[in-house]
Every structure is written in structure tokens, then in C-alpha cells.
């Protein structure tokens, strides 16, 4: 598993999960959001004065995870699971996929992939993250249209 988070023109370092770890509340505040999520929602206010937390109701997102937010005033908006059209770092997983496929192949094992991951994540250019935050109120308004169903996003 690979987590990763984006704000404009900020992206989080990439975080590699184990597969062998349950990634509860616990370790999602201890591993994840305090070394990774903190530093860039922190400089994210710092640029853009205001930010809110994006998350979509993971096991991780719920427990002691939500104490730590509300302890450190990091403010959070509800968001449906199984949302992939609202959902903008999906489409960046998928970008990252295409540009692996591409760019290196079949890797084989977990060291090289991680590598590989870290060099396709901080190659996202600027300006693919700004258009993906500009395209919000369109999906939004097709999500709208749509009644909840399938979007061409």
C-alpha cells in the first residue's frame, strides 16, 4: 500500500506500508499522518492561509486519529467512500500506474517499485495537480447529474 496526499501544488512524501500491518488509527496517526500529512497541511495553510483534510472514512481515518486532528486544529471534510470521480489522488494513482507501465515495466521487487514509485511521484507536474483542483466543480456538478451514479470522471 501506498499512500500520498496533494494541495495545490504541494504533494506529501510518499509513505510505503508493509503489507503485513493493519493500518488502524493508531498507525495511521504514528506512521502516516504525523511524519507525512502534518508537515504538508501545515505548509499548506502557511501558503493558502486555509485548509481542510480530505479523508474518506478509512478505519484509519476514524479512533484516535480524530482526537489527534481536532488536537492539532486540522480541520476535515466528510467525504463518500467509493468515490473515485471526487477523489483526486485516485486519478493520480492512475497517471503514476500509465507512467510505470511506460516508463519501467514489470518491476520485481519491493525496493525497486518503492524507487520507482518516489521518482513518477515527484515528476507529477504542478500543473497536473492545479488542473485536477480546478476540474472539482465540474465533477461535483456531473456526480449531481448523475444522482450519485457513474460519471465520465
Known sequence: MVWGALCRTLKSKLVFVPTKPKVDSSFYVTKIMYPSLVPVWHCSCELYRWTTVVEDGAPGHKGFSIRYRYLGGMETTRWPAQSRD???????????????????????????LEAALTAVWNGIPNERLESLIRSMPERLQAVLDAEGGATKY
Open 86 to 112: 471526487l477523489n483526486l489522488i485516485e486519478h493520480l494513482w492512475l497517471d503514476m500506474e500509465n507512467k510505470l507501465g511506460e516508463t519501467w515495466g514489470r518491476i520485481g521487487d519491493i525496493a525497486t
